[in-house]
Structure formats: C-alpha cells, structure tokens
C-alpha cells in the first residue's frame, strides 16, 4: 500500500486515505490537532500503543472516551473497526460512511 504522505506509515488515516475514506486531517496527521479522533470499537490490540504526544493531544479532543485514538497516530497491525464522532462528522465534505 502506497504512503499517502499523512500521519504515521500505516495509521488509521494512511489506511483511510488510500482506500478513499475521507478522515479529516487538519494538520496533516503531525499530531498537532484532534480533527482525526476515532474511537476504537473492535481491534484495539491490533493497534500501536498511544505515545506520550498522542496521549497529550488526546486531552484536549471534545468527547475524549478511553477508547478514542488519533487516526494520524494508530498505526494498524491487523482488523480494526472504529467510528468517526458524530462531532466529526461534521467535517466530512465527501462520503456517507462514518465508520472505517
Ligand atoms: S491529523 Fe492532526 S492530529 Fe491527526
């Protein structure tokens, strides 16, 4: 799978971009946002651990749960299914589907 150039090889976000999934990604998936807050509801352990800067910029995402994740940060090992918050929905400009 080609790199799409955003967030961590192999993320969430790399993962959706490249299968046309749009996940907002303001600031180009370098961990300096929250628009790509995902929250995990199958396959957690198929996810890299959450680094400390991840971890930080978390606290500051509206509906923080203890399963959310950056999608720019959440490099994916095996199955993983998450949702996109309604919050986020929002900023979706292409696409119906809300879960990856
Ligand atoms: S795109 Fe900004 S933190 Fe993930």
Known sequence: MPYS???????????????DIHL?????????CTTCHVIVVEGD???????DDELDRLDMAAGLTLRSRLGCQ?????????????????YISEGGGSTL
Not at 75 to 89: L, M, Y
């Open 24 to 32: 907002e990604h303001a600031c180009g998936g370098s961990c300096a």
């Open 5 to 19: 150039d955003h967030g961590k090889r192999g993320s969430l976000l790399d993962v959706a971009l490249n299968n």
């Open 45 to 51: 352990k198929n996810l890299s651990e959450a680094e």
């Open 74 to 90: 959440a490099v994916v090992k095996g199955d993983v299914k998450v949702e996109i918050p309604s919050w986020n929905r929002n």
